[in-house]
């Protein structure tokens, strides 16, 4: 089957770091997405995975384990803005389709 | 910059009223996407179509239905509303790269 597992709810202060975490299962690989969400607006790209190894974009990095079904999104020197959903996306098999985690929301506490 | 349009923001119809969602976008994306968003659900696929008069069901598409006359305009209808229709509802295109880009969003309140 497919299935996107992600933490529901996570706190961090800013200035720090946090990583969030998701794990999926799936028959055929495509990549892993990661979508940020603000409250009240449309997801938006943050990075995209195909390859083993962690992916540095400025303050936001993602890592990728194809063999362990598992990646992470990394933010650095939070900010309040960076409060938001994050949502973890993976294409099926035939690529037509994108299965989304039920997302994470992220609480950044001055 | 892609961008990806929806009729309306907020749209608020009774339960029976058949409500029509539209979305348009200017990048020549083959595919197009609808979801819907509920709080502790996730974004779940409805139907999506990867050429103008293909249509493909999603994971819930019961209720729903859409059309594609035009590549560049998708979209949905629900053909007799109801209260758990309520919900936000999410465009989406996508090239052959698998990002997606989203429209803003449709809040649609079913009394």
């Known amino acids: 089957g497919q299935n996107i597992d992600q933490p529901t709810e996570m706190t961090a202060t800013e200035g720090a770091i946090v990583q969030i975490n998701c794990t999926y299962q799936t028959s055929g690989f495509n990549g892993l997405f990661w979508y940020q969400q603000h409250a009240g607006e449309a997801p938006t790209f943050l990075s995209y995975n195909v390859l083993d190894g962690l992916e540095e974009k400025g303050r936001f990095s993602s890592f990728l384990s194809r063999s362990k079904g598992y990646s992470y999104l990394l933010l650095k020197e939070l900010q309040m803005k960076d409060s938001a959903s994050y949502l973890c996306?993976?294409?099926?098999?035939?690529?037509?389709?994108?299965?989304f985690g039920a997302g994470t929301r992220l609480f950044v506490k001055a | 910059d892609v961008k990806v349009t929806q009729s309306s923001r907020y749209l608020v119809k009774r339960t029976g009223e058949k409500v029509f969602l539209e979305c348009v976008q200017d990048?020549?994306?083959?595919?197009m996407f609808w979801y819907r968003q509920d709080p502790g659900l996730g974004l779940r696929l409805i139907y999506f179509s990867y050429d103008v008069k293909m249509k493909e069901k999603g994971d819930i598409p019961e209720g729903y239905s859409v059309s594609r006359e035009k590549k560049e305009r998708f979209s949905l209808i629900l053909e007799s509303a109801s209260t758990n229709q309520t919900s936000m509802y999410l465009c989406a295109t996508a090239s052959t790269s698998y990002e997606q880009y989203f429209g803003p969003g449709t809040r649609l309140t079913v009394t």
């Open positions: 990048m020549d994306h083959e595919n």
């Open positions: 996306a993976h294409p099926n098999t035939g690529g037509f389709k994108t299965i």
